[in-house]
């Protein structure tokens, strides 16, 4: 990452949002991830993994906990 942008990977969705807005890092584009057959998500939905874009960053997201799905 690029000095300045606070790497917030790990981070609870919301406070990574709150903190990049906080530093002024530009737009902040997201992207979801889950593994193949996850079922549904639970849980809190946390950074998994960081990326500068041009005129920003990139965050992918994740929930903590996949149930699977019944039936």
Do not use: C, F, H
């Amino acid at each position: 990452m690029s000095v300045g942008i606070p790497d917030v990977t790990g981070y609870e969705r919301a406070e990574a949002l709150q903190i990049l807005k906080q530093a002024e890092v530009g737009t902040v584009r997201e992207s979801r991830t889950a593994p193949p057959a996850a079922g549904v998500g639970s849980g809190a939905e946390r950074v998994v993994q960081q990326r500068e874009v041009e005129g920003g960053v990139e965050l992918v997201i994740a929930w903590e906990r996949y149930e699977q799905r019944n039936g």
